[in-house]
């Protein structure tokens, strides 16, 4: 059974006009999950376009690439569109079109990406990545999705 009350316990902000610490978010996410890499993006209600919150494990020079994502485009972005999650074995040899050229780049494989999700609302993506190809679990992806629904009430 996977233990991701750790990763609740850091959404709860210090006093109530505090932003949730994202990157500790983040980094409680990928210990819980056991990934090396990740993503949190708010979508941006004024560009429509996600927007890069935090991220952990990545080479410097893809951050540029990821700051602004339009929905539709790469994991993220397809995720946001579909409103489910979106997943790669190995991201490496994938050919469905779904990852974007530079998403190679990261050097991860087994992938996933979910929106970040409220009563239907999309307020943005939560990305993991491990370095190995993998395929998330059904008890996985729904704890991510649970994980993204507490972080909808938080990501403004």
Known sequence: MLDTQPIFDTLIPTT?????DWNRFL???LQTFDCTTGTLHRLDPDSG???LVAYAG???FIVPKIEKIPVGKGMAGIAAERREAVQLCNLQTDESGVARPA??????EGSIAVPVLFNGQLYGTLG???PVPY????EEVEALMNIGEA???VLV
């Open 151 to 153: 972080v909808s009430q």
């Open 58 to 60: 990545l080479p410097p």
């Open 27 to 29: 980094a409680q996410t």
């Open 128 to 130: 993991i990545a491990k």
């Open 49 to 51: 376009l996600l927007t």
């Open 103 to 108: 998403a190679r780049d990261t050097k991860v």
């Open 135 to 138: 395929d998330f679990t059904d």
């Open 16 to 20: 109530p006009t505090d932003q949730p």
